[in-house]
């Protein structure tokens, strides 16, 4: 498999700026200079950035980032790499690091401790190779190839430590348009943003552009001394920056060219893809077109849409970034269009970023009449809606089950490759549960799934897990919700698409009653305003358009069946959740409403509309003695909690395990599941428990005109129970096993009530998941027994039945207890000993 795979990789020509090239030494000499060129800044002078507003930080947090480096920041910061990714020029993986840490531990504390002080290090350490990833596959021009940097170890922990830090910063200086890699923000953010945005603008009948921007080689043509400028301008301290400019100017390039390095020549700009700075370092950088656009929104020379509001009150979104990707809202305007250009221009001039205008997108909002002007103006390509952002649709009905077809596509591309391959039923339910359920998380985290679009991929699912496809049918052993419950429920774990999508969205529930100041919520807030103390935005009765918001409101009922109150200074949370609501005075009172400061302590004061009556004394008493025990607390805001996890914080998983309740069937999910047994022989044993296997009276229920005969002992009827437990073949390994442990066992009637019944506790804890995993052994050997019998027309004598299950069971179980050189006297010793 590694040599097929450096066969795939191994790069016998290539294209360089138009030239392709097939010579060994031509290719490295090729690539070599391109990254040269590339990596060189090309000198001249650039405008200053004094004049760009900016948030900085205060003097605490500069402080914070410059303090000495503690021994468990830099572990948590080893521990929190991964450990198999592939290693720089110095050769270790992290997972050496991580191993060997009691060991190295000191001498990491003296590199910190230097670094600290000199704030350099070692050239060497940073030397780094960059590996060329192709964007997609057959492609040979050099354009289409990620340069990705393998840099040192040691280093890398360096870079880690220092990201950590700059992490915890990096939202106080960031403004709320950019939502990479800053905590609390989050890629669907700002899709969510964009939709309600043009939703808004569609609405007010209003004419408008936007412009997708595409960044010319991103991270490779970043100017150090710009971004060293604007770490300054940020409040950033001097020796942080001094760190900064060794990090990114001590830096010495080898290409990786089938397997080989080649070249060694140093940088003058640009950041590393897979530098643990690069991604902050980049974000800080990308602060300054936002700087640009903000200072032409407020000088009156562009607009943005308007988030419509209530009251005619909104948000203006005139940009949004992630990372390089980039949108621009403005009026259809010649005018807007230049200014835009303008601000592209000097954003280049001051950054060395520049807007690849060929790969730009200007995409028309309502009528446009001028729009082909405009976009000639800008000087990009001509786009329409629906569009994409960030991988998911813009601008499209979320009704629409076109929507989803790309998810679809996904679908069947990765089942044509694996459709190539022999899978059992235990590596393809590995598959659909590791690859086909997650395809359209990502969809479902922001857009209700149409039914008819859940029910056509969950048929991919059945289909491709039972064996069957487009252009063959094999029977679905087991019903499709039982196969979607809970292993623990006897199902397999797989999740219902519907179910899991309200889990999803209910996400956005907790959020919004959750964040404060982050610009999605703003745009909600002024679009849809805010019900029940603000926990949830109001609801709508327009039309849906092309927002988002609206349907996700409606999951807000199914949400708040499980969430409770904490009660801080009770301003937004309902008082009256009881019988006696009907007799209060004031039905919708807060709280805070019903509680008297008056006196050092205070008390409560709920008022009633009439006098209670002698009945009512009892339970008026009882409400009275709870309310005695609780009292508001001033300065505290009340916090929503959930139901749903022991933490009270909400999660997806606990989410959607609510929408699934227990259903308390007795199941041996355990045993069946055992890691000891392959999951093939697991499945196989899950399809006996529910009594679905193909045996003969299974085929006949099935429309078959076959015999009922076991073809084992060639008397009985043949089915699950039989063959696998009541038939003598059976009773021959069923002997053999109590034998081997030295138990006497009566067998139940049916395979379920054999397993659940099965009992290890007796056999000794070293020995227990051997016993466990021995009725499975059993069940694999007898089934390919008889199919052998069936399909072969050859068949085993009764004491040959008894060696493959030996041997299997020995293979299974020496794998784990570390006893590789076992021979089966061994084992047998193994299994006899108490």
């Known amino acids: 498999m590694a040599n097929a795979r450096r066969r795939k990789n191994f790069l016998s020509s290539i294209t360089v700026d138009g030239r392709k090239l097939t010579e060994e030494s031509e290719i490295k000499e090729g690539v070599v200079n391109a990254f040269q060129n590339i990596l060189a800044e090309k000198g001249g002078w650039r405008p200053s950035i004094s004049g760009l507003p900016f948030s900085s930080l205060d003097s605490v947090q500069a402080g914070l980032l410059e303090d000495v480096f503690s021994v468990e920041e830099i572990q948590a910061a080893v521990f929190g790499l991964n450990g198999d990714k592939a290693p720089g020029p110095d050769g270790f993986t992290l997972a050496f690091w991580q191993f060997c840490w009691d060991i190295v531990k000191h001498e990491v504390m003296g590199f910190f401790a230097e670094f600290h002080s000199s704030g350099r290090f070692e050239r060497s350490l940073n030397s780094t190779f960059i590996v060329l990833i192709p964007k997609k596959g057959g ?8 340069p990705i940097s393998l840099v040192g170890s040691l280093y890398k922990i360096l870079a880690k430590v220092l990201a950590n830090r700059l992490k915890r910063v990096v939202g106080n200086v960031i403004s709320n348009s950019q939502h990479a890699f800053v905590e609390g923000r989050q890629i669907l953010d700002a899709v969510l943003i964009a939709n309600e945005a043009l939703d808004s603008r569609l609405k007010s009948a209003k004419g408008g552009i936007i412009c997708k921007m595409d960044i010319e080689k991103a991270y490779d043509h970043v100017n150090w001394d710009f971004l060293l400028a604007i770490l300054d301008k940020m409040g950033f301290g001097t020796r942080w920056v001094n760190w900064m400019r060794w990090c990114i100017s001590s830096i010495r390039f080898s290409i990786l060219l089938n397997g080989s390095p080649v070249g060694f020549f140093q940088s003058s700009r640009g950041l590393r893809q897979g530098d643990p700075l690069s991604p902050f370092l980049f974000i800080l950088a990308m602060e300054a077109l936002s700087s640009i656009l903000k200072r032409a929104l407020q000088g009156g020379f562009l607009e943005g849409f308007m988030a419509g509001g209530r009251g005619g009150e909104g948000v203006v979104v005139s940009h949004l970034l992630f990372a390089d990707d980039t949108l621009v809202f403005c009026d259809a305007s010649k005018v807007h ?25 200007l995409i028309p909002v309502g009528v446009v009449p001028n729009f082909e002007d405009l976009a000639r103006a800008l000087g990009c390509k001509v786009g329409s809606l629906p569009s994409c952002y960030l991988g998911l649709p813009l601008g499209a009905a979320f009704k629409s089950s076109r929507v989803w077809d790309v998810v679809e596509e996904r679908f069947q591309k990765r089942l044509a490759l694996w459709k190539r391959q022999y899978l059992s039923k235990g590596g393809r339910l590995t598959l659909v549960k590791s690859t086909l359920s997650s395809l359209p998380i990502y969809f479902m985290s922001l857009f209700i799934i149409p039914r ?114 904490k009660v801080g200074d009770g301003s937004r949370v309902r008082f009256w959740k009881d019988r006696l609501y009907y007799l209060a005075s004031s039905k919708d009172a807060w709280v805070a409403q019903l509680w008297d400061q008056s006196g050092s302590l205070g008390y409560w004061n709920p008022v009633f509309t009439r006098l209670n009556n002698d009945w009512e004394m009892e339970e008026v008493e009882t409400f009275f003695s709870r309310l005695h025990g609780h009292a508001l607390r001033r300065g505290i805001e009340d916090v929503m909690s959930w139901r749903a996890s022991k933490k009270d914080l909400f999660t997806v998983k606990s989410f959607f395990s609510s929408l699934t309740p227990c259903i308390g069937r007795e199941f041996p999910s355990n045993l069946v599941w055992n890691p000891w047994v392959p999951k093939k022989v697991s499945f196989f044993a899950w399809e006996a428990i529910w009594g679905r296997i193909l045996t003969m009276d299974q085929l006949k229920r099935r429309g078959w005109a076959l015999p009922s ?126």
């Open 709 to 834: 005969r076991c073809y084992l002992c060639k008397a009985d009827e043949e089915s699950a129970n039989h063959v696998l437990i009541h038939c003598p073949k059976a009773a021959m390994i069923w002997h053999l096993i109590f034998a081997l442990f030295g138990v006497h066992w009566v067998l139940p009637n049916s395979i379920k009530e054999t397993i659940l019944g099965w009992n290890g506790t007796f056999v000794g804890k070293k020995r227990k998941k051997a016993w466990n995993a021995a009725p499975l052994c059993l069940f694999w050997t007898l089934w390919n027994e008889r199919n052998r019998r069936i399909f072969e027309d050859t068949e085993l004598a009764d004491q040959a039945i008894l060696r493959p299950f030996l041997y299997m069971f020995l293979d299974w179980v020496r794998v784990h207890v570390n006893r590789a050189s076992w021979s089966i006297f061994d084992f047998i010793d193994w299994l006899g000993c108490k």
């Open 452 to 565: 008819k679009v859940s029910l056509r991929l969950e048929k991919i699912q059945r289909d491709f897990l039972w064996g069957g496809g487009a252009s063959q049918s094999k029977p679905h052993l087991v019903n499709w919700s039982i196969v979607c419950m809970e292993k623990k429920d006897g199902g397999l774990g797989i999740r219902n698409l519907s179910k899991l999508n309200k889990a999803l969205l209910g996400k956005w529930c907790w959020r919004f009653a959750s964040e404060q100041d982050s610009l999605w919520k703003q745009v909600i807030v002024r679009k849809f305003g805010e019900e029940d103390g603000g926990w949830c935005s109001g609801d709508s009765r327009e039309s849906h358009g092309v927002g988002l918001w609206k349907a996700i409101r409606k999951g807000w009922m199914e949400f708040s069946k499980r969430v409770a109150f």
């Open 337 to 361: 269009v230049e200014v835009l250009s303008w601000a592209f221009m000097w954003f280049e001039a001051i950054s060395g970023l520049k807007i690849n205008l060929h790969k730009s997108e």
């Open 139 to 146: 492609t040979d021009d050099l354009k289409d190839f990620r």
